[in-house]
């Protein structure tokens, strides 16, 4: 009989049984079919998700602290969203100047039923340029100071199809909606199913 030589012992095939079933990859959405078409639990795990990488970004915040925020596991955030987190030698992540994780955002429309129409993007200035719309809409309504709609640059946001998307600069229309309770702040991000 012959030997194999030591440590190299030859592979035998696994019986039926015995196969490890991989874990299931979790695959992050790209277009508002697929963000829509996932349980309403990711969706809304996704949305903070976003949440938790934007207020990274923009409070220059740890992940373990926005997480807490945000009630999640930092593990969670680090592995959906990946593709906008960086890694430091040191271990901790940070995240990336832009990224490119789709976001589903109301924006104020007139022709659009209940004044308001659902866009996805997935580009993280785009969203920030809705977010800066709803804030200056916000303040004008409040207060009536129109000052900082007008120091918007951009009248539009560009979807994830490339499409442009108008914003409403018309104060009379601002007027409207906001009179109709469309305009809450609540009403930024997309009501999940």
């Not at 200056?136 to 918007?152: F, I, M």
Request: hydrophobic share 35%; proline share 4%.
């Amino acid at each position: 009989m012959r030997r194999s030589p030591k440590g190299s012992r030859g592979k035998t095939p696994k019986k039926r049984g015995q196969i490890r079933h991989a874990r299931k990859k979790l695959l992050v959405p790209r277009t508002a079919k697929q963000f829509f078409a996932k349980p309403n639990d990711f969706q809304e795990t996704w949305n903070s998700v976003t949440h938790v990488i934007s207020k990274m970004r923009a409070d220059r915040m740890s992940l373990r602290k926005a997480s807490r925020e945000f009630g999640l596991n930092p593990r969670v955030v680090a592995r959906l969203g990946k593709s906008a987190l960086r890694k430091r030698k040191n271990g901790q992540y940070v995240a990336k100047s832009k990224d490119r994780l789709l976001r589903i955002l109301a924006v104020p429309s007139s022709d659009a039923k209940g004044g308001k129409r659902e866009i996805a993007t997935r580009d993280s200035h785009e969203a920030s340029i809705v977010g800066k719309f709803w804030a200056a809409a916000q303040k004008y309504l409040q207060t009536g100071d129109s000052s900082a709609l007008k120091k918007l640059r951009r009248q539009y946001v560009i979807d994830a199809s490339g499409k442009r998307i108008p914003l409403i600069k018309d104060l009379a229309e601002l007027d409207r909606l906001g009179s109709a309770g469309v305009l809450s702040f609540e009403s930024l991000y997309a009501e999940v199913a």
